[in-house]
C-alpha cells in the first residue's frame, strides 16, 4: 500500500514536470499589445537620442516595451505579407523602422504616409535606422 | 558625432558623383538555421543593412542581434541570453572586399559570381574569411544572395552539453538583399 502511494507520487511528478517542460517550451512571445508600456517616446526624440549616445540609448530602450509615436514616412509589404513602417526622424539619414509582429494580429496592415502612429514594440538597437520588431499598432 | 560623419561622407559622395556608384539596402534578409535530428531552429532577421561601392568593391553589411526573430519565444530568449549575448555584442558585421571585381560589369544587366575576402564579427569574435554570392544586375539594382556556414565554436558561442545535440556543429545562413542606388 505504501509502496503504491510512493508510486503515485512520482508519476505525478514526473507528469508535472512534463507538462511544466512543455508548456515552457511552447511559451508564447509576449503579448505587445497586453502588455505594460515601460517608456514612451516620440521617434525624432529616440533617433536624436541613438545619434548622440548610442550606449545611453541602448540602456535606456533595449529589452523594454516602448511605445514610439511618429508620423509615417513609408511603409513596405513584403512578398511573405510582412509589414514594415518607417516613421519619420526628422533626419535624412534614417528613419525610426518598426517591423510589425509577425506573432501577433493586427487591426489594419496599411499604413499612409503622414498619418501620426503608435506602436507598441522592442528596440533592437541602431543601424542607420533605430528597428523595432515585434510591434503591435497601439490604441488610441 | 556618427550624423556628422554620416554627412561628411554624403557630401563626399557628391563630390565624386559619377565616377563612384554606392549601392544600399537596409531591409537585407538574414536568416539562418540549426538542423539536427532532434530539432530544426530558424532565426530571422529583415533589417540588415549594407553599403557596396562599385568603384572599389568595398562591401559592408551590418545586422542587429536582437532583431532575429524564432517561432519560439524561449528559443530566441536562449539565443539573446545565453548564446549570442546580445546585450554585450549588439550587432553582427562584414566588411569585405569583391576579389574579383574585374569581371563584374554594375552598368549592364546580369548575374556574376562574386568572390571576396574580408573580416566576419559575430559575438564579438573578429575572424578572416572568404565569401562567396551571387550578384544580379537588374534595372540598376544589386540583387544579392550567400549562402554559407558558420561553426559557433568559431565565434566563442558555448552551447551547454545539456542541448549540444540539439544545435548544429554547422549553422547554415542565406543572406538575400536588393541593394537600390544610392542617390546623392
Redesign the interface.
Given at each position: 500500500m505504501k509502496r503504491r502511494t510512493i508510486l503515485y507520487v512520482l508519476l505525478a511528478a514526473v507528469l508535472i514536470g512534463a507538462v511544466v517542460g512543455y508548456q515552457l517550451w511552447n511559451k508564447p512571445h509576449q503579448d505587445l499589445a497586453a502588455a505594460k508600456t515601460d517608456v514612451a517616446v516620440d521617434a525624432t526624440a529616440l533617433y536624436n537620442e541613438y545619434n548622440t549616445d548610442e550606449n545611453a540609448a541602448n540602456a535606456k530602450y533595449l529589452d523594454k516595451v516602448v511605445a514610439i509615436t511618429g508620423k509615417v514616412k513609408e511603409a513596405s509589404k513584403d512578398p511573405d505579407g510582412s509589414v514594415k513602417v518607417s516613421l519619420d526622424a526628422g533626419s535624412e539619414m534614417g528613419v525610426v523602422a518598426c517591423e510589425l509582429s509577425p506573432f501577433a494580429k493586427h487591426t489594419r496592415t496599411d499604413f499612409q504616409s503622414g498619418e501620426q502612429v503608435t506602436f507598441k514594440g522592442k528596440c533592437t538597437g541602431l543601424n542607420l535606422d533605430v528597428v523595432f520588431v515585434e510591434c503591435v499598432e497601439a490604441k488610441q | 558625432m556618427?550624423?556628422i560623419i554620416?554627412?561628411f561622407s554624403?557630401l563626399f559622395l557628391l563630390a565624386h558623383a559619377g565616377q563612384a556608384q554606392k549601392f544600399f539596402t537596409?531591409?537585407a534578409k538574414i536568416k539562418f538555421s540549426s538542423e539536427t535530428p532532434m530539432e530544426k531552429i530558424e532565426g530571422l532577421n529583415?533589417?540588415?543593412?549594407c553599403v557596396l561601392d562599385a568603384a572599389t568593391g568595398k562591401m559592408e553589411w551590418?545586422?542587429?542581434?536582437?532583431?532575429f526573430?524564432f517561432e519560439?519565444?524561449?528559443m530566441?530568449e536562449h539565443f539573446n541570453e545565453n548564446y549570442l549575448e546580445s546585450?554585450v555584442y549588439?550587432?553582427a558585421q562584414y566588411k569585405g572586399q569583391i576579389t574579383n571585381l574585374n569581371e563584374v560589369k554594375f552598368n549592364q544587366d546580369g548575374k556574376y559570381n562574386v568572390k571576396t575576402s574580408g573580416k566576419l564579427t559575430i559575438h564579438g569574435v573578429e575572424r578572416d574569411v572568404n565569401m562567396e554570392g551571387t550578384l544580379k544586375v537588374s534595372n540598376g539594382n544589386l540583387e544579392v544572395l550567400s549562402n554559407f556556414v558558420i561553426k559557433p565554436e568559431d565565434y566563442k558561442i558555448t552551447i551547454p552539453s545539456l542541448v549540444k545535440d540539439n544545435i548544429a556543429k554547422e549553422i547554415k545562413v542565406v543572406v538575400s538583399a536588393v541593394l537600390a542606388p544610392l542617390k546623392s
Open positions: - | 556618427k550624423k554620416f554627412v554624403a537596409r531591409d529583415k533589417s540588415g543593412t551590418k545586422v542587429l542581434i536582437k532583431g526573430l519560439k519565444a524561449l530566441q546585450s549588439p550587432n
